[in-house]
């Protein structure tokens, strides 16, 4: 196996890279600036020396705890749960949220051998005794894993004087009723909202 | 810029990755084993300078000339000429051809500024003038640029006695007419075979 193959077998490791496409980003950087590897390779040997999680929050970060948990401008009273990091940085790009967040690591998925404890629920619970929160915010996909996990979120915060809430599910802006899952549609009844 | 972004907009950066595939691949990287990350970014620092160019026929290799160019077992007498070097795994792959390779780099395509002078045709004639040559066959995409490039090699070697062809070009194999365009059927009407 010669360095190409080498180079091929590793980027067709990586989710969504086939064979092909594989092949096809190894000849291109190969055909182009030596410097573009160089740099990438610095950036991949040293990702995970630069990235850790925070301490708090769970969040991929330079510094701990990260910058949204070290922010004193953000609103300490409420927490947005997500699944992974990266959910975030989507959340922060929307500019709609202000508080902190809680990663979970996952959802509840018990087929596939995910179960709670596996989850930051235990630091979730911890920061609601220890800290003054009045709103918990799921932000979990709409999928049936999210359902059970947001379901296992109230029942673990029930003995706390702390709302839980969950981001609505219905149409997608810009959508049409007529490209609408039935699922989508029926969810979209039952929160609909006054006008 | 956090050691995230950096790799995100450098990945980004090739082809084919947008910004939601760039982000996914950098949290993928993240989560998974730093043994990963480390032994990609080996590869990637390594390349350039484990591949150069086969001296003869223009293809990356790790030696030089490249095993096909010094394999006393593959025809001399015929040379496929190719756009570039991943073409040359595409064609060795199919284990129908057992001739050498010429590897252009680029198709003549003037409105892109590509012109002969950056193709490797000085070295194709040399080959032709210097070695055996009984055929050229050019494995050219069937495309504008493929056929401007095919006529110019055929102009090029006019005066040698070397037999210049070109794949057939017509309908794929498991392929419906309905599904063909017109100007693949037309080729395929022109090249029609006996059966």
Redesign the interface.
Known sequence: M???D??ET??A?????GKK?A?????????GD?R?????????????D??KRCSICGS???TDPCPICADPGRDGSVICVVE???DV?IIEESKEYHGRFHVLGGLIAPLEGVNPRDLAFGSLLNRVRHETIREVILALNPTVEGDTTALYVQNLLKDFSVEVTRLASGLPVGGDLEYADRLTLSRSFRGRVKV
């Open positions: 010669n360095a190409i080498r180079l590793l980027f490791k990586l989710p969504g890279i496409t092949r096809r980003l190894t000849y291109h950087i190969l055909d030596p573009y590897a160089r740099v990438l390779a610095e950036q991949l040997a040293n990702l995970h630069a990235i991929f970060t330079e992974r990091s990266p940085r």
